[in-house]
């Protein structure tokens, strides 16, 4: 017996109300989707036992999940534009780096069936690590207002939009990745709206700063990206 | 040990004219759970799929009821089960696999939901800013389900999810306590708690409507 009754104590006609509503209209589930859940719970775990199979690990991208770092709005078709060169630079630059293949012959494997989707989302995030170390450097040394970049608000913002598609990739499936790429987002975030402050944005552009001093992120992002190019996947 | 069938009343009543917890109910009580999970174990893609079946439909409405997003409940559901099948091994079976499915639903929800609302925040803030949104008048009075659906939203964490457990899904104190880890007590107080705020909350509201 659900409700006042059973738990002993007396709800009252406006308890009752409450629940029969909640009850009717409180985030009230359609029908379990049984079938869809299973494919995708099946294909994961193939996806696991086989990564070959290149159905990968983390979210249903035939369910569209891609497309949530695009509704947004103002980021639209530059973060189209920056996603697809960033992952075709990385692609570019995997397939051309002399000695992608490895160890010749040693297991009969091409180069590109050895490239994992891992190490391609890595490169990519190494370059978008590095890009965001530039702009907290221009931050960190500009201590007049004159001294900033001029373009840094607009930088911030494409960086701010491309780590936020990075948050929602596999990119940020390594808990270290993550965290830092969720400091930077916030970082970010300060320097843009500080741009859009104007002059009176020098207070929002120290808090930033003093954001980016409290969580070592340009150690931390230095840190996050190889020093010398190496050779992924080897 | 057998699957015993708890609050199948008031799990048909919380599920109002829907059969699918219902259908649920049914399934699990022909199955021997030992022997489900020794199949499972053993890599039966039968057992598999019969173990999900039994227990999908709960799964997905706890964690749509915490959510309110079809999308973010199939992610969770899926992530559940995922972890689920991994994890079988460890299951010790001192608890009853429901229990221990909706234990690691409410901690991926959970999880989940606070990921969400943060990325929101920060998206919330970063558009009000550069949008300077203009301080017109003020939004419409709210219809009487979205302050239900406010209230039930401004509710600590763990009251609102003893309460949507206990009041909506039909979980009772006991299977509360089981899967929150929580003493039968607690899940009582924390039940009273919620109802008091929300009879609170929307006292005007109730009373007009039942008037």
Redesign the interface.
């Known amino acids: 017996m659900m409700g006042s009754e059973r738990d002993g104590g007396s709800d009252g006609g406006v308890g009752r109300w409450i629940r029969e509503e909640a009850l009717r209209s409180y985030n009230r589930p359609p029908e379990t989707p049984t079938e869809e859940i299973w494919d995708a719970v099946e294909r994961r775990r193939r996806a696991r036992r086989d990564p070959g199979e290149g159905a990968g690990p983390g979210p249903d991208r035939s369910r569209g999940r891609w497309t949530r770092p695009f509704e947004g709005g103002w980021a639209g078709w530059g973060l189209a534009v920056a996603a697809a060169l960033v992952v075709g630079l990385a692609l570019g630059r995997f397939s051309a780096e002399p000695g992608a293949s490895g160890p010749a012959g040693a297991t009969g494997e091409s180069a590109g069936e050895r490239a994992s989707d891992g190490d391609l989302y890595r490169v990519a995030t190494d370059g978008h690590l590095t890009r965001a170390e530039a702009l907290l450097t221009s931050l960190r040394t500009g201590d007049a207002p004159a001294d900033v970049d001029p373009d840094l608000g607009r930088w911030a913002g494409e960086l701010l939009a491309e780590t936020r598609l990075y948050l929602d990739s596999p990119a940020a499936a390594d808990p270290g990745t993550r965290a830092l790429l969720e400091d930077l987002e916030l970082v970010l975030v300060q320097v843009a709206v500080a741009d859009r402050a104007g002059p009176g944005g020098a207070g929002d552009r120290e808090r930033a700063r003093e954001a980016m001093e409290e969580r070592d992120l340009l150690l931390r992002l230095r840190n996050a990206t190889p020093p010398v190019p190496t050779t992924y996947g080897s | 040990m057998s699957y015993s069938r708890t609050s199948a ?2 799990r048909s ?2 599920d ?1 004219p ?1 059969t ?1 917890g219902q259908r649920a109910v049914e399934r699990r009580s022909h199955v021997d759970e030992p022997e489900l999970i020794r199949r499972v174990l053993d890599g039966d893609p039968a057992a598999e ?1 019969a173990l ?2 039994a227990h ?2 709960r799964v ?2 706890l964690a ?5 997003d ?2 973010l ?3 969770y ?2 992530e559940v ?2 972890r689920a ?1 991994s994890h079988l091994e460890g299951f010790r079976g001192d608890a009853a696999l429901s229990t221990w499915l909706h234990r690691i639903t409410v901690t991926v929800t959970l999880n989940g939901l606070r990921k969400v609302k ?2 929101r925040e ?2 919330l ?3 009000e ?2 949008d300077r949104p203009d301080d017109g008048p003020g939004r419409a009075e709210p219809d ?2 979205e302050s ?2 406010e209230a ?1 939203d401004g509710l600590p964490e763990h009251q609102r999810l003893v ?2 457990m ?3 899904e ?1 979980y ?2 006991e299977e509360i306590g089981g899967v929150l880890e929580i003493a039968t007590g607690t899940s ?1 107080a924390r ?2 708690r919620a ?1 008091a705020r ?2 609170e909350d ?2 005007e509201f ?2 007009e ?2 008037a």
């Open positions: 009343a008031d009543r919380a109002g829907q699918g799929r999900y079946e999908v439909d997905f409405r749509f009821r915490m959510a309110g079809e999308e409940a199939r992610d559901t899926q089960f995922i099948f943060r990325r920060r998206e803030e970063l558009d800013e550069l009487l389900r239900l659906r039930i309460f949507v206990h009041e909506l039909g009772t104190h009582k039940l009273s109802r929300l009879r929307l006292a109730a009373e409507y039942m």
